[in-house]
C-alpha cells in the first residue's frame, strides 16, 4: 500500500508535463480544468488509502488489548483460620500457616502474615467493627484502651458480650494464628505498627486466647515490632482486641 503511494506521488509532477505537452491545441481553460481534474482523483485515492492504513494500525493495537485480563480486581482466596484454642510450645506456634517468619526466638519469632485480607470498616449500632472478608471474621476495630493481665482480658471480653457490642454476643480472644495474621510485612507509615491503619493504633500488644505448654503463661502478638511470643499471664501490659466468627 505504502509502495502504491508512493508511486502515484512520484508520477503526479510527471503527469502535469507530459500533459502540458501532448495537448497544444486546446484552450489553456480547458487544460487547467483536466490538469486539476486529474490532481484531485489522484489526491483522494492518497487520502483513502492513508485512512485505510490508519484503520488497520489501530485495529491491530485493539486486538492485542483483549489480550490482557478484563477484571483486574480478583477476590483474594479465603482462609480458614484456627479458631479453638491450645496450649501451644514454641516450635506448634512457629508452624502455624499462612505466615511468613523473618526471625526465630527461643520465646516466639517475628514475621508477618501471607494472607491478602480484604478488609472493611463498618459501624454497627454506633461500634466500629473490622471485617476480613478473606478469613472470614469481624473484629473489633479498637478494644481495650489499657492494658491489662490475661485472666482480666478473658472477663473484659465477657463484659464486651453482656453489651452485645454492635449487635452480636460471641466475641473471644482471638487465636495465635487469627491474632498472628493481622501482622503486615513492614510498619505503616499512618500508623508506625506493623498492622493495617484500619485499625485503631492504641492496642500495640495483644493477648491470644492461646496457653504457653509449660509455664503460667499465655501467647500475645507485638505490633510494635512484629513479634509473636508467650509472656507470665499476670503481667498487665497487653491489650484485648477481640474476634469473632461471621456465619
Known amino acids: 500500500m505504502r509502495k502504491v503511494l508512493r508511486e502515484k506521488l512520484t508520477n503526479l509532477p510527471i503527469l502535469y508535463n507530459r500533459m502540458e505537452r501532448i495537448i497544444t491545441i486546446s484552450p489553456k481553460l480547458l487544460i487547467y480544468k483536466i490538469i486539476l481534474f486529474s490532481a484531485s482523483h489522484i489526491l483522494a485515492g492518497c487520502v483513502t488509502a492513508s485512512a485505510i492504513l490508519f484503520a488497520a ?15 483486574s480486581n480478583v477476590k483474594a482466596e479465603k482462609v480458614k483460620l484456627r479458631s479453638s484454642y491450645s496450649n501451644l510450645s514454641v516450635a506448634e506456634a512457629q508452624a502455624i500457616q499462612h505466615f511468613t517468619i523473618r526471625k526465630n526466638k527461643k520465646w516466639g519469632f517475628y514475621g508477618h502474615s501471607t494472607i491478602k485480607h480484604d ?47 454492635a449487635g452480636h454476643y460471641d466475641w473471644r480472644l482471638p487465636t495465635v494464628d487469627e491474632a498472628a495474621s493481622l501482622l503486615e510485612s513492614g510498619k505503616n507509615h499512618d500508623n508506625d505498627r506493623f498492622i493495617d491503619p484500619v485499625f485503631d493504633k492504641t492496642q500495640g500488644w495483644i493477648w491470644t486466647g492461646d496457653s504457653y505448654q509449660h509455664l503460667d503463661a499465655a501467647w500475645r502478638v507485638d505490633f510494635f515490632s512484629g513479634l509473636v511470643d508467650w509472656d507470665i499471664y499476670y503481667y498487665f501490659f497487653y491489650h484485648v482486641r477481640p474476634v469473632r466468627t461471621m456465619e
Open 57 to 71: 494500525t489501530n485495529d491491530n493495537n485493539n486486538s492485542s488489548d483483549t489480550s490482557k485480563p478484563q477484571n
Open 119 to 165: 478488609y472493611v470498616l463498618k459501624e454497627i449500632n454506633d461500634n466500629k467493627v473490622v471485617i476480613d472478608h478473606a478469613t472470614g471474621l469481624m473484629w473489633h476495630q479498637s478494644g481495650s484502651t489499657f492494658g491489662m493481665n490475661w485472666e482480666k482480658a478473658k472477663h473484659w471480653v465477657k463484659l464486651l458480650n453482656k453489651r452485645g457490642y
